[in-house]
T-cell receptor
Framework: EAQVTQNPRYLITVTGKKLTVTCSQN?????MSWYRQDPGLGLRQIYY???????DKGDVPEGYKVSRKEKRNFPLILESPSPNQTSLYFC????FGGGPGANVLTFGAGSRLTVL | DQQVKQNSPSLSVQEGRISILNCDYT??????FLWYKKYPAEGPTFLIS?????DKNEDGRFTVFLNKSAKHLSLHIVPSQPGDSAVYFC????????????FGKGTRLSVIA
């Protein structure tokens, strides 16, 4: 089954304790992205990657890091989490390059993160 | 500066009636538009899209209309069903899908039986 898998689905942590949210896709997609969803703010892009070793900042990159060493994986790293990073996080992927069906993102099920 | 705007945070419709969700955009370079649907505790799922070369695209009960001169698109759901209750996100991209999607803030649709 074509899917985007992210883990953990739920996490409660404390300020300053580094954490990583993993994301993996099995569709051989070039493009991957992380979003956070907050009440009243919709989906905001954190980072995206158009291919291996190519990453770019989205709208709200502060406090986050990403890496794209393999095509299928795109982990989100919070080096020193703070309470304002409490949110619902989504990883997504798509093929790229234009044409029908390109840029149709497939989303993971979400990771709810609470930073105390 | 919000490039994709969904000005109605919520909408309530009776079962069987038409639901109309609206979306406005400001970037004239956008030429590809999508609607996503999101249920609680799930990721958004793709619903329907439209390219700027068209002004209408239909898929079953769902129809998206695009008015390029007004920089406006709308999603019509006819007839609305209780299972349609969800948050709907409008998204846009440029260069025929070759740039990252920009999302609106979403509209919560409640279909009342």
């Amino acid at each position: 089954e074509a899917q985007v898998t992210q883990n953990p689905r739920y996490l409660i942590t404390v300020t300053g304790k580094k954490l990583t949210v993993t994301c993996s896709q099995n569709m051989n997609h070039e493009y991957m992205s992380w979003y956070r969803q907050d009440p009243g703010l919709g989906l905001r892009q954190i980072y995206y990657s158009m291919n291996v070793e190519v990453t770019d900042k989205g709208d709200v990159p502060e406090g986050y890091k990403v890496s794209r060493k393999e095509k299928r994986n795109f982990p989100l790293i919070l080096e020193s989490p703070s309470p304002n990073q409490t949110s619902l996080y989504f990883c997504a992927s798509s093929r790229f390059g234009g044409g029908p069906g390109a840029n149709v993102l497939t989303f993971g099920a979400g990771s709810r993160l609470t930073v105390l | 500066d919000q490039q994709v705007k969904q000005n109605s945070p919520s909408l309530s419709v009776q079962e069987g009636r038409i639901s109309i969700l609206n979306c406005d955009y400001t970037n004239s370079m956008f030429d590809y538009f999508l609607w996503y649907k999101k249920y609680p505790a799930e990721g958004p799922t793709f619903l329907i899209s439209i390219s700027s070369i068209k002004d209408k695209n239909e898929d079953g009960r769902f129809t998206v209309f695009l008015n390029k001169s007004a920089k406006h698109l709308s999603l019509h759901i006819v007839p609305s069903q209780p299972g349609d209750s969800a948050v709907y996100f409008c998204a846009a991209s440029g260069l025929s899908g070759n740039t990252p999607l920009v999302f609106g803030k979403g509209t919560r649709l409640s279909v009342i039986a």
